[in-house]
């Protein structure tokens, strides 16, 4: 599932604006120890972003890249741009930048996630974010992680995943490194109590 089954899905499934998090048996590069925001899951798949994976581009990078500041002008960018969140996103379509954000900021090619979340994959935030008037809260991520129907039900039963309910805190905090023990504590989990069951996964 894509960015286009995401603009054109009419009702939310049941892990719609979950956090998935990795058991330890998941050994794969990409997903291990990683806090996953799920935006769309259907009978046709499910699509949803790694938010604890940092980038090694910065924003100033991207900006320049896409040619939306020339190098020169990055050092005038607010200090709010210049340390402007990108995250590794995952392995999908990974250059591709996708911006999730509070709904405080709308065009048209924005697509609500939640009632407080949005996601909006076109030049026009980025322009705002370096312009100063982006999102109150934002994070640009580079590729998704994407499954095909049935795909993550089985790896959940597998005991691959854990899933609850999101925190928006989690979701846009720039300090990556404890997403992984935040998220398994809105369950009242601790990493130390997952080791016993990585056999299983």
Same mark, same amino acid.
């Given at each position: 599932?894509?960015?286009?089954?995401?603009?054109?899905?009419?009702?939310?499934?049941?892990?719609?604006?979950? =956090?998935?998090?990795?058991?330890?048996?998941?050994?794969?590069?990409?997903?291990?120890?990683?806090?996953?925001?799920?935006?769309?899951?259907?009978?046709?798949?499910?699509?949803?972003?790694?938010?604890?994976?940092?980038?090694?581009?910065?924003?100033? *990078?991207?900006?320049?890249?896409?040619?939306? %500041?020339?190098?020169?002008?990055?050092?005038?960018?607010?200090?709010?741009?210049?340390?402007?969140? %990108?995250?590794?996103?995952?392995?999908?379509?990974?250059?591709?930048?996708?911006?999730?954000?509070?709904?405080? =900021?709308?065009?048209?090619?924005?697509?609500? %996630?939640?009632?407080?979340?949005?996601?909006?994959?076109?030049?026009?935030?980025?322009?705002?974010?370096?312009?100063?008037?982006?999102?109150?809260?934002?994070?640009?991520?580079?590729?998704?992680?994407?499954?095909?129907?049935?795909?993550?039900?089985?790896?959940?039963? *597998?005991?691959?995943?854990?899933?609850?309910?999101?925190?928006?805190?989690?979701? =846009?905090?720039?300090?990556?490194?404890?997403?992984?023990?935040?998220?398994?504590?809105?369950?009242?989990?601790?990493?130390?109590?997952?080791?016993?069951?990585?056999?299983?996964?």
């Amino acid at each position: 599932m894509g960015i286009t089954a995401l603009k054109d899905k009419r009702e939310r499934g049941f892990l719609d604006g979950q =956090f998935l998090i990795a058991m330890p048996g998941v050994q794969d590069s990409s997903f291990a120890r990683s806090v996953v925001y799920i935006c769309a899951h259907s009978p046709t798949g499910a699509m949803g972003f790694i938010i604890n994976r940092q980038q090694e581009l910065s924003f100033p *990078n991207v900006l320049e890249y896409l040619k939306i %500041v020339e190098e020169p002008h990055t050092a005038f960018l607010s200090e709010q741009a210049r340390y402007f969140p %990108v995250l590794y996103g995952g392995p999908v379509e990974t250059g591709r930048g996708f911006v999730l954000h509070s709904d405080d =900021f709308s065009c048209e090619s924005s697509i609500p %996630v939640s009632d407080e979340i949005s996601l909006t994959a076109t030049l026009d935030i980025l322009r705002a974010i370096a312009e100063g008037r982006g999102p109150t809260r934002a994070t640009l991520l580079l590729g998704y992680a994407g499954w095909g129907p049935g795909q993550l039900e089985a790896e959940i039963s *597998n005991n691959g995943w854990l899933n609850c309910a999101s925190q928006d805190d989690i979701i =846009f905090d720039p300090c990556v490194d404890a997403k992984y023990e935040r998220a398994l504590a809105l369950m009242g989990v601790s990493p130390e109590m997952l080791s016993t069951e990585a056999g299983h996964a």
